[in-house]
């Protein structure tokens, strides 16, 4: 059975989030959360990815979580972009949860493997608040903060592709570690040794009833005389030959 995830793009339309150095959260958050699908679909077998938002649309704290309990996910990740002047990641998950609650266990795998491909910018660790997100949803539930929009080496980092993808990889391999997927298997080469031979295949005799007669060619010309000349030769030296007329 596929596991649901639901990924969270914060904030979008009338609410822009964090905005700095040319950028705003809204765009950032929507761009990375399509990059997880997009990695973890092409990538895992037995996941379906819903998004809490596809467009630049303005959806309440309350809408998220109630799209996510509606789709009775397994796993419900909130993607946002930090400010404030720091640097770095960070991910919370639901301040009243246990360090031995099946959220803290996913997330400390989960944050394991964000790190992995954002080693490029500081740790700052593992965190819990009381996030409206993080308390209204039903199931495990993180929330992710990706540098700091208004701190220019974290916002350049931001405004490259390769960055990006490294951020949504390191999701989209957490969550896949979280929920415990399986990779597609890549399809395999074929390993087909059969040779077509066409319909000339080689054939050394013709079968005719139950006697087999084997035809030898000895040249070809493009004048008859020079073809007399060779059936001649043969016949002389005790061999039957003929003249078979072709044209191609």
Not at 29 to 50: P, S
């Amino acid at each position: 059975m596929s596991k649901i995830l639901v990924l969270d793009p914060g904030h979008g339309g009338s609410d822009p989030g964090a905005v700095g150095n040319g950028l705003r959260e809204k765009d950032l958050t929507l761009d990375i959360c399509k990059r997880i699908k997009k990695y973890l679909e092409n990538n895992y077998i037995g996941i379906k990815v819903h998004m809490t938002r596809t467009t630049d649309k303005y959806l309440s704290l309350s809408q998220r979580a109630q799209f996510a309990n509606s789709k009775k996910a397994d796993l419900f990740v909130s993607v946002h972009i930090n400010a404030g002047g720091g640097t770095g990641y960070e991910d919370f998950i639901y301040n009243k949860l246990s360090n031995s609650s099946t959220t803290a266990k996913m997330r400390n795998t989960f944050h394991t493997e964000v790190v992995k491909e954002q080693s490029f910018w500081r740790n700052r660790g593992k965190k819990k608040a009381n996030f409206a997100v993080l308390r209204l949803t039903k199931m495990s539930a993180i929330l992710t903060e990706n540098g700091f929009i208004d701190t220019k080496s974290d916002a350049n980092k931001l405004k490259s592709n390769t960055y990006l993808n490294r951020i949504a990889k390191g999701h989209a391999e957490g969550i896949a570690k979280a929920l415990g997927l399986k990779k597609k298997s890549k399809p395999k080469k074929s390993t087909s040794s059969s040779k077509k031979s066409g319909s000339s295949s080689k054939k050394t005799a013709a079968s005719s009833g139950n006697k087999t007669y084997y035809r030898v060619v000895a040249g070809s010309y493009t004048e008859r005389k020079n073809a007399d000349a060779q059936v001649k030769k043969l016949k002389k030296a005790g061999i039957d030959a003929f003249i078979d007329v072709y044209q191609k």
